[in-house]
């Protein structure tokens, strides 16, 4: 009897035995565990950074763009691309922005932009002409037929009839020019000046701002209808200096800009850029090449 107990005591251990040997591997987890689990090791929605398929797939990052870059115009060619007419008065030895510097772009027709920039850098076809242009009245005017751009013409009346309420009797001596008439005006001035003096006075025939039809040459009655520096001691060209840019203009040659406009000071001449951005020059007190960024 004692030996059939042996025997069944040691079968009975060898079986506990063995059922530990399947235990050795960890028991898996629970379904629902497992869920919890990846769950849990998820992340909340905004916690990681998003990135649009597109810009996945273009390569973008938050990384700044590269600016664009500025288009050309249709309208501006080389200057090379020009062929001179053969009558074009001596241009002198001086290239600085005082004297006659070489252009960087010609401009072949109006395209209607208001800030468009005609200087020492940048001229016009020799048959360039603005659009929409009004005749002014003589009456308004010191010469016959002044033609200006609709627009500007506009605001100089507005301009004109709020100085005439205030006591200024204004008049136009000077709106749009032709190149052939430019021409002859600079001619006049090389033969009468020095080159020096008349390259600060009077425009290149083709590079004069005169050609946009946006700019004005005003005069008054207190100055004998004539052109002098010491307008802008008398009311009426204070006045004007004051409010022009209520109208959309800017005095255009000013006193500390000769060295970038070319031009020496003139007190005169106005420049029709529209309200806003007329505004911010004339506060800042900067010339239309520094609001552009251009020569």
């Known amino acids: 009897m004692k030996k059939i107990l042996a025997l069944v005591l040691a079968l009975t251990l060898a079986l506990a035995f ?9 028991a898996p987890e629970p379904e629902e565990n497992q869920e919890a689990t990846v769950e849990e090791q998820s992340e909340e929605p905004g916690d990681e950074e998003v990135i649009d398929s597109e810009d996945e797939a273009e390569g973008n990052t938050d990384e700044e763009e ?29 290239k600085s922005i005082k004297g006659i510097p070489d252009l960087i772009d010609v401009l072949t027709y109006d395209d209607g932009d208001l800030l468009v920039l005609v200087n020492k850098y940048h001229g016009v076809v020799s048959d360039y002409e603005p659009e929409d242009m009004i005749t002014m009245d003589n009456s308004l005017t010191t010469w016959e037929n002044i033609k200006l751009k609709k627009e500007a013409y506009d605001a100089y009346m507005e301009m004109y009839e709020d100085a005439k309420k205030e006591g200024y009797d ?19 001035a090389i033969n009468s000046y020095s080159p020096e003096f008349a390259h600060m006075y009077s425009a290149y025939p083709g590079r ?13 009655a207190s100055m004998g209808w004539g052109l002098r520096q010491d307008f802008a001691d008398y009311p009426d060209g204070q006045w004007l200096d004051e409010h022009c840019q209520d109208y959309g203009f800017i005095l255009r040659y000013t006193k500390d800009g000769e060295e970038i406009t070319g031009y020496m000071y003139e007190p005169w001449h106005f420049r029709y850029v529209g309200k806003e951005v007329a505004e911010e020059i004339m506060e800042k007190g900067i010339t239309l090449e520094e609001y552009l960024g251009k020569e």
Do not use: W
């Not at 063995?18 to 960890?26: I, L, S, Y």
């Not at 032709?178 to 600079?186: A, I, K, R």
């Not at 005169?210 to 040459?217: E, P, R, W």
């Open 170 to 188: 204004l008049k136009v001596c000077s709106g749009y020019r032709s190149y052939d008439g430019q021409q002859q005006l600079f001619t006049n």
């Open 66 to 94: 590269p600016a664009e870059e500025e288009q050309v115009k249709e309208n501006l060619v080389d200057p090379s691309e020009i062929t001179p007419r053969g009558d074009e008065p001596p241009a002198g030895d001086d």
């Open 18 to 26: 063995a059922a530990c040997g399947v235990m050795d591997e960890p």
């Open 208 to 220: 004069s701002e005169h050609h946009t039809g946006l700019a004005i040459d005003i005069t008054s």
